[in-house]
């Protein structure tokens, strides 16, 4: 089975690149002799995580345990085997007995908060999991401060079942140079070991301190005090993590495969039959120094023989391919295949329930099914 013999739209993983952005991230860990514990939220898929898990850092065994985003990510990982999860989303009461249940097969998933009522309930429960208390270094989103007494507090409700501390630096996704996703690094790490010290210091027991984004793993000067990282959407790429400077254009594992379905040569514009739920309505890139629309356009063999042809509009399943004015309209007849750059990989691929796998060519050599809801 070819590409062009495909249905579409549908998602394109190039085995060669992904692997080659799991090496990346594993040397770029290994250095700082802490774990990678790789996020699946993106890839959603056992086929990726094996890979992920699979490689070895400095001559160490495969990295361990993963982060998931959904219950029903733990449930299906679980299903295949991988048992140390961290469910990296704040719990609620409601969920616990799935944690359980999960648990009660012989895996560990551990699970998130930065609530004292919700760290009582958990240490109530029948059947409790391991917790992290999550901690806000600069994101503004879930976690508590570094120092807020509420730290403490938390701490001596779950007793036994603290396991440490974990925090996410999203905010990073607003630097724009390698000095400021620096800056970003070393926040997030100080605020996570700082969490950690007034844990110890009050007599907790602290053995996880957790943190993790893309930016911030590949550019950490110093993980002192850092005991395992986190990071998913390096696996694939996107566009806005290219122009952030986190890997370059060409380390995009993931693409969009869509037919042409209409042609509108004098007003430079085709149609594809990707548009907002194949492609998502994420804009990150309009937050760049290039805007790259819903996504960029390559021909079917992953080349950029468009020049700068983006999906100007999404709407439902059509999306309208602003052509590049520099060059002649492209020859694609109604029918032809094209590829598209994401702008966001993890919402890109949300809509789609498998992976079709090529090795750098256009001949599919696998196809990977993914888990998706909640």
Same mark, same amino acid.
């Given at each position: 089975m070819r590409l062009a013999d495909l249905p579409t739209p549908c998602l394109v993983l190039d085995r060669p690149t992904l692997q080659r952005n799991i090496e990346t991230m594993a040397r770029a860990v290994a250095r700082h002799g802490v774990a990678l514990r790789p996020h699946m939220k993106t890839a959603k898929s056992i086929d990726v995580a094996r890979l992920a898990l699979a490689r070895s850092a400095g001559g160490r065994a495969g990295q361990g345990g993963i982060t998931v985003s959904t219950l029903a990510e733990a449930e299906y990982f679980v299903g295949h085997g991988i048992s140390d999860i961290l469910y990296a989303v704040g719990i609620t009461p409601q969920k616990l007995d799935q944690v359980a249940k999960l648990n009660t097969t012989g895996a560990e998933v551990m699970v998130i908060t930065d609530d004292a009522m919700m760290a009582t309930a958990i240490a109530g429960h029948p059947m409790p999991p391991r917790v992290l208390i999550e901690i806000?270094?600069?994101?503004?989103?879930?976690?508590?401060?570094?120092?807020? #007494?509420? $730290?403490?507090?938390?701490?001596?409700?779950?007793? #036994?079942l603290l396991a440490g501390v974990m925090t996410h630096a999203g905010h990073s996704y607003a630097g724009r140079s390698h000095t400021e996703m620096q800056r970003i690094a070393e926040q997030e790490r100080a605020g996570a070991v700082r969490a950690a010290e007034r844990l110890l210091a009050a007599g907790h027991a602290c053995p996880i301190v957790s943190i993790g984004s893309s930016p911030t793993a590949l550019a950490a000067t110093s993980l002192a005090g850092i005991t395992e990282l986190r990071a998913g959407v390096y696996m694939f790429g996107d566009l806005f993590q290219a122009e952030i400077g986190t890997h370059s254009h060409d380390d995009i594992a993931l693409t969009v495969l869509a037919s042409v379905i209409g042609r509108? #040569? &004098?007003q430079g514009l085709m149609l594809v039959d990707a548009g907002a739920i194949a492609l998502s309505k994420d804009r990150s890139t309009e937050a760049t120094a290039n805007d790259q629309g819903f996504g960029a356009l390559l021909d079917i063999n992953g080349r950029r023989s468009f020049g700068r042809a983006i999906i100007r509009k999404a709407y439902q399943e059509h999306g309208?391919?602003? $052509?590049?004015?520099?060059?002649?309209?492209?020859?694609?007849?109604?029918? &032809?295949?094209?590829?598209?750059?994401?702008?966001?990989?993890?919402?890109?691929?949300?809509?789609?329930? &498998?992976?079709?796998?090529v090795d750098g060519a256009d001949t599919v050599a696998a196809v990977w099914p993914r888990v998706n809801g909640w």
């Amino acid at each position: 089975m070819r590409l062009a013999d495909l249905p579409t739209p549908c998602l394109v993983l190039d085995r060669p690149t992904l692997q080659r952005n799991i090496e990346t991230m594993a040397r770029a860990v290994a250095r700082h002799g802490v774990a990678l514990r790789p996020h699946m939220k993106t890839a959603k898929s056992i086929d990726v995580a094996r890979l992920a898990l699979a490689r070895s850092a400095g001559g160490r065994a495969g990295q361990g345990g993963i982060t998931v985003s959904t219950l029903a990510e733990a449930e299906y990982f679980v299903g295949h085997g991988i048992s140390d999860i961290l469910y990296a989303v704040g719990i609620t009461p409601q969920k616990l007995d799935q944690v359980a249940k999960l648990n009660t097969t012989g895996a560990e998933v551990m699970v998130i908060t930065d609530d004292a009522m919700m760290a009582t309930a958990i240490a109530g429960h029948p059947m409790p999991p391991r917790v992290l208390i999550e901690i806000d270094t600069g994101e503004t989103r879930g976690g508590l401060l570094p120092d807020e #007494p509420a $730290l403490v507090e938390i701490a001596a409700r779950l007793g #036994p079942l603290l396991a440490g501390v974990m925090t996410h630096a999203g905010h990073s996704y607003a630097g724009r140079s390698h000095t400021e996703m620096q800056r970003i690094a070393e926040q997030e790490r100080a605020g996570a070991v700082r969490a950690a010290e007034r844990l110890l210091a009050a007599g907790h027991a602290c053995p996880i301190v957790s943190i993790g984004s893309s930016p911030t793993a590949l550019a950490a000067t110093s993980l002192a005090g850092i005991t395992e990282l986190r990071a998913g959407v390096y696996m694939f790429g996107d566009l806005f993590q290219a122009e952030i400077g986190t890997h370059s254009h060409d380390d995009i594992a993931l693409t969009v495969l869509a037919s042409v379905i209409g042609r509108r #040569p &004098s007003q430079g514009l085709m149609l594809v039959d990707a548009g907002a739920i194949a492609l998502s309505k994420d804009r990150s890139t309009e937050a760049t120094a290039n805007d790259q629309g819903f996504g960029a356009l390559l021909d079917i063999n992953g080349r950029r023989s468009f020049g700068r042809a983006i999906i100007r509009k999404a709407y439902q399943e059509h999306g309208v391919v602003e $052509l590049d004015p520099n060059l002649p309209p492209p020859n694609l007849p109604v029918g &032809s295949k094209l590829r598209i750059l994401p702008n966001h990989s993890c919402l890109t691929a949300a809509a789609h329930d &498998s992976y079709f796998v090529v090795d750098g060519a256009d001949t599919v050599a696998a196809v990977w099914p993914r888990v998706n809801g909640w």
